[in-house]
């Protein structure tokens, strides 16, 4: 990647149990952060693609923004 790409947000999907959830990323010096629904994820992507590490990490924060959500309706 070119270094003006690092800064372009990159739109980025997953689909879990048959929902789809859309995110952004984009590459800074060497990580990957991922953006979706007021979370931030991030992490290196030494051997990985960018938009692969990107995948894993949107479904990671998917998963922790449902369980908040379940969390806080069953009060």
């Known amino acids: 990647m070119a270094v003006q790409e690092y800064e372009i947000r ?3 999907e997953v689909e ?3 929902t789809r959830y859309v995110g952004s990323y984009r590459v ?3 990580t990957v952060i ?3 629904d007021g979370a931030i ?3 290196p992507h030494d051997m990985q693609r960018p938009e692969v590490l990107g995948r894993w990490l ?3 924060a998917c998963k922790r923004v449902e369980a908040g959500r379940r969390d ?3 009060r």
Do not use: E
Request: charged share 20%; net charge positive.
């Open 16 to 18: 879990i149990n048959g």
């Open 28 to 30: 800074m010096a060497g």
């Open 10 to 12: 990159r739109t980025v």
């Open 58 to 60: 949107l479904t990671d």
């Open 72 to 74: 806080r309706s069953n």
């Open 41 to 43: 994820k991030s992490a």
């Open 34 to 36: 991922v953006y979706f």
